[in-house]
């Protein structure tokens, strides 16, 4: 079974901290990616990998950065955290869709609060 | 741009009967995919059903399928003989080609009543 593991099932932290949301996966997948899930609003896209040390802006890459140094760990990067940032944070990974396999698997998300 | 659209935030249905959740989507591409993930709560989202949109016939896994119709732009999930496990948030979700990425519908929150 694939695995995809997040550091954090919640979080909490205070306006202006540096925050780093941690993601593992077991698969050997190529494609890592990052998403924020609000209520009415579905998942949106923050961050795509392709490969090591290779990223994508997503539709929504402002505020947030990431790492890919290994294959199987992406992070996700707050900077500066600010209260519009609260949110539930996904992450996936997938084989490449040339490979004939698109599916892809979710960690369990972080729920992060910023105060 | 590709949109999805899934206009039902919330639906309802008893066990043993069949539910069928709307999704509509925008796109110019011949090239492309269309999913279904299923988000139980406080689980991790699943992938549910997959359907290639140059595939006329419409996909089935168990007790879910698809109609899709593909000059109408519509890709609705109908779960058959709905069961408690079904409670959960449903999204639809595009994919361009070989892109990799999804674009996602809102969700639905299907709740199945015993």
């Known amino acids: 079974d694939v695995k995809v593991t997040q550091s954090s099932r919640y979080l909490v932290k205070r306006t202006g901290e540096k925050v780093f949301l941690e993601c593992v996966q077991d698969?050997?997948?190529?494609?890592m990616f990052w998403y924020r899930q609000d209520p009415g609003l579905g998942l949106r896209l923050i961050y795509f990998?392709?490969?090591?040390?290779?990223?994508e802006k997503g539709d929504i890459p402002e505020g947030y950065s990431v790492s890919r140094e290994k294959k199987e760990r992406f992070s996700l990067i707050l900077e500066s955290a600010s209260t519009n940032q609260t949110s539930m944070y996904l992450c996936?990974?997938?084989?490449?869709?040339?490979?004939?396999?698109?599916?892809?698997?979710f960690g369990p998300g972080t729920r992060l609060t910023v105060l | 741009a590709q949109t999805v659209t899934q206009s039902q935030p919330e639906m309802s249905v008893q066990e043993a009967e069949t539910v069928t959740l709307s999704c509509t989507y925008d796109?110019?591409?011949?090239?492309?995919?269309l999913f279904w993930y299923k988000q139980p709560p406080s689980r991790q989202m699943i992938l549910v059903i997959r359907?290639?949109?140059?595939?006329?016939q419409n996909a089935t896994e168990n007790r879910f399928s698809v109609n899709f119709q593909k000059a109408a732009k519509s890709f609705s999930l109908k779960i058959s003989d709905s069961q408690l496990g079904d409670t959960a948030m449903y999204f639809c979700?595009?994919?361009?080609?070989?892109?990799?990425?999804?674009?996602f519908g809102t969700g639905t929150r299907l709740q199945v009543f015993p």
């Open positions: 796109t110019s591409e011949n090239n492309y995919y």
């Open positions: 990998s392709y490969d090591v040390k290779m990223k």
């Open positions: 979700a595009f994919m361009k080609g070989n892109t990799d990425k999804l674009i």
């Open positions: 359907q290639e949109a140059y595939k006329q």
């Open positions: 698969m050997d997948h190529e494609n």
């Open positions: 996936a990974s997938s084989p490449r869709a040339e490979t004939g396999t698109d599916t892809q698997y």
